[in-house]
């Protein structure tokens, strides 16, 4: 069965600093990732999401960035952080690949909680 | 952008009650979703129901969906404690990701 991993799980940093958390997906190949974001009391929203290697989709413009240099290895990236970019980053995938895997049900990870100060 | 909306933003049961939840949506879908957020964890998935499909049921959950409507409904049948968490209802059109909605904060006070 498909693991989701995800760290650092907690990070706290300062405003203007770089930022990257990785993702790595165990157990599936070729499947979909995805990156969203939950600000305190809110619902998820997509950010980013890739089909394959070097393929990345972005669903909102923002100070962020997305990479995926391996099959199974997805990173969120910034060059300098902002106050707003806080909150929860969840990586999921739904352990498949393909156009037919949009609808399938999402495996998540533990999330990262981002702090910036 | 978002598409479900979940009713109501919170609610507070007490053990062994029947809790309902509603998702409201505003395109056609392909399929919903309906998933389970711990405090501070990743979310889980609990059931799918597709769009020709009316109700299911899973354990103690029972899912129905009103195409006409537009809406979607979970209900948790003799809740526990332990069910205390977010529920998040997620729509798919069929060739983008799914859209999630804000949430329902269940609290099961024992």
């Known amino acids: 069965s498909q693991t989701i991993h995800q760290w650092p799980a907690t990070l706290v940093q300062p405003v203007g600093s770089p930022l990257s958390l990785e993702c790595t997906v165990e157990g599936t190949s070729n499947p979909n990732l995805y990156w969203y974001r939950q600000a305190a009391g809110r619902g998820l929203q997509l950010l980013f999401y890739s089909v394959g290697i070097g393929q990345i989709s972005s669903e909102v413009p923002q100070n962020l960035s997305a990479s995926r240099p391996q099959d199974r290895q997805f990173i969120l990236s910034s060059k300098k952080l902002l106050l707003s970019d806080s909150g929860f980053y969840l990586c999921?995938?739904?352990?498949?690949?393909?156009?037919?895997?949009?609808?399938?049900?999402?495996?998540f990870g533990n999330g990262t909680r981002l702090t910036v100060t | 952008s978002q598409q479900g909306e979940e009713d109501p933003q919170a609610l507070s049961i007490q053990e062994g009650e029947n809790a309902t939840m509603n998702c409201s949506y505003k395109?056609?879908?392909?399929?919903l979703q309906w998933y389970r957020q711990n405090s501070g964890r990743g979310l889980v998935h609990l059931i799918l129901?597709?769009?020709?499909?009316r109700e299911k049921h899973s354990g103690r959950l029972r899912v129905t969906l009103d195409t006409s409507k537009k809406s979607s409904s979970l209900l948790i049948t003799a809740s526990r404690a332990a069910d205390t968490a977010s529920y998040f209802c997620a729509t798919g059109s069929g060739n983008t990701p799914l859209v999630f909605g804000k949430g329902t904060r269940l609290s099961v006070i024992a």
């Open positions: 395109t056609s879908i392909n399929n």
């Open positions: 129901i597709r769009s020709n499909e």
């Open positions: 999921a995938s739904p352990g498949t690949g393909g156009l037919g895997s949009y609808n399938s049900p999402l495996h």
